[in-house]
T-cell receptor
Framework: GAGVSQSPRYKVAKRGQDVALRCDPI?????LFWYQQALGQGPEFLTY????????KSGLPSDRFFAERPEGSVSTLKIQRTQQEDSAVYLC?????????????FGEGSRLTVL | RKEVEQDPGPFNVPEGATVAFNCTYS??????FFWYRQDCRKEPKLLMS???SGNEDGRFTAQLNRASQYISLLIRDSKLSDSATYLC??????????????FGRGTSLIVHP
């Protein structure tokens, strides 16, 4: 498909388990963002990549959260020792430009439930 | 205080009504402004960009007031299919010089017959 693809769509984890969420952006898109969206809230910024460079990770809530985009395309968001407060939808978005002033294209999200 | 503030609603309006949403942002250095639409359990999608001169797209009109740090969205002749959450988005400039799209919590619109 031509859109942003995220997997898994749904993940149930036991508290303390590690999880990895994958994002396949639109081919050729320079910018990639990760957001966390809790129920009834807007997407909250986590981290930003321009190609393989992680230019901003100020939104990552703790050092349990780690993201990478080693070859400038696919990105992985890893959450170690998951906690119940990590339950949310994790959205990945890409944009054609670096430092985008245009449209963000979102994936359908990965819904994480931590028991 | 959140960087982008919106009234969460819900706004409950009859078909055909005109409804307006507002959004304020705190960082005067913000660049680029947008409205996104998010349907229930779906991803956000761009509705329209917001330009300083104001802009219109069919039944939708967006306006920006930089002096007051205020953005608005007007929907005329509401349709049932307009029912959704409308997210205000402001590109703030981070300390490293990156443009970070920052979302409000969204305003819920329910259009009823």
């Amino acid at each position: 498909g031509a859109g942003v693809s995220q997997s898994p769509r749904y993940k149930v984890a036991k508290r303390g388990q590690d999880v990895a969420l994958r994002c396949d952006p639109i081919s050729g898109h320079v910018s990639l963002f990760w957001y966390q969206q809790a129920l009834g809230q807007g997407p909250e910024f986590l981290t930003y990549f321009q190609n393989e460079a992680q230019l901003d990770k100020s939104g990552l809530p703790s050092d349990r959260f780690f993201a990478e985009r080693p070859e400038g395309s696919v990105s992985t968001l890893k959450i170690q020792r998951t906690q119940q407060e990590d339950s949310a939808v994790y959205l990945c978005a890409s944009s054609l430009e670096g430092n985008p002033s245009g449209e963000l294209f979102f994936g359908e999200g990965s819904r994480l439930t931590v028991l | 205080r959140k960087e982008v503030e919106q009234d969460p609603g819900p706004f409950n309006v009859p078909e055909g009504a005109t409804v307006a949403f507002n959004c304020t942002y705190s960082n005067s250095a913000s660049q680029s402004f947008f409205w996104y639409r998010q349907d229930c359990r779906k991803e956000p999608k761009l509705l329209m960009s917001v330009y300083s001169s104001g802009n219109e797209d069919g039944r939708f009109t967006a306006q920006l007031n930089r002096a007051s740090q205020y953005i608005s969205l007007l929907i005329r002749d509401s349709k049932l299919s307009d029912s959704a959450t409308y997210l205000c988005v402001v590109n703030r400039v981070s300390s490293g010089g990156s443009y970070i799209p920052t979302f409000g919590r969204g305003t819920s619109l329910i259009v009823h017959p």
